[in-house]
């Protein structure tokens, strides 16, 4: 864990590339030195369905959510979401300049007890690094 879930408005296709904004999602999280590098995932999915304020068809909006493990305090937490959000808010800025947009973060701590993974990943990123 982390991972991040980004819904989006369906009408930003033309404004933004996705990809490219999950690329600075998953590069500002890894650059908070806080999560492992093998439990990073960052998705995106396009709503094609929404309604927003006034009902213009030319408002957007991109909503993230990050779940993350316990145990990190709540001052840590914070930076690191204050970093992951201006990381991405700098990236949206040509969207917020010629759109009607709005943009939200949201981080959420799943509770151990009721969260199940299975990840190969981190035993192949450590046997990279050991080994080439």
């Known amino acids: 864990m982390p991972h991040f879930t980004i819904e989006y408005s369906a009408n930003l296709d033309d404004r933004l590339d996705i ?10 999280a890894v650059e908070t030195g806080i999560f492992p590098l093998g439990g990073i995932r960052v998705r995106a999915v396009k709503c094609e369905h929404y309604a927003i304020a006034d009902a213009r068809q030319d408002y ?7 779940r993350i493990g316990e145990g990190r305090d709540l001052p840590t937490r914070k930076k690191a979401g204050e970093q992951i959000f201006q990381a991405l808010s700098r990236h949206l800025d040509p969207v917020f300049a010629s759109s009607k947009f709005a943009l939200s973060f949201d981080m959420q701590i799943n509770d151990k007890d009721t969260s199940w993974k299975r990840n190969n990943i981190h035993d192949a990123l450590k046997a990279e690094a050991a080994y080439g």
């Open 19 to 28: 990809g490219a904004a999950c690329e600075v999602v998953r590069k500002a």
């Open 60 to 66: 957007g909006f991109l909503d993230m959510v990050l």
